[in-house]
């Protein structure tokens, strides 16, 4: 297994931006295809943005796409998730998720991904 940890959180106005990192251990990384989930207060962890092994295929939920860009650098054994035009209700624990195996569109469940990091929070002011 990969472990993961996640960095960059932290509190923004909204419209502004933050970039999240996850480290991630392990000489295996490049063959995992990588995720980020989210988690508000009292709400269900969702998922967020995927991207396959190589980086040629992304994937995004509806409510971040156009704002949200996952990208991954195999070299570093990193992901990244940058935000931009953050709004209040992006505010979240966000977590690093990695899985062994095909990504496509529909590999948006939580039960897809078998490795996940420890969590970074993002709080978006109004």
């Known amino acids: 297994q990969v472990q993961l940890v996640e960095s960059g959180g932290g509190l923004v106005q909204a419209g502004g931006s933050l970039r999240l990192s996850c480290a991630a251990s392990g000489r295996t990384f490049s063959s995992y295809a990588m995720g980020w989930f989210r988690q508000a207060p009292g709400k269900e962890r969702e998922f967020v943005a995927a991207?396959?092994?190589?980086?040629?295929?992304?994937y995004y939920a509806d409510s971040v796409k156009g704002r949200f860009t996952i990208s991954r650098d195999n070299a570093k054994n990193m992901v990244y998730l940058q935000m931009n035009s953050l709004k209040p209700e992006d505010t979240a624990v966000y977590y690093c998720?990695?899985?062994?195996?095909?990504?496509?569109?529909?590999?948006?469940?939580?039960?897809?991904?078998?490795?996940w990091g420890q969590g970074t929070q993002v709080t978006v002011s109004s």
């Open positions: 998720a990695a899985r062994r195996g095909v990504l496509t569109s529909t590999t948006k469940a939580i039960a897809d991904f078998g490795s």
């Open positions: 991207i396959s092994w190589s980086g040629g295929n992304t």
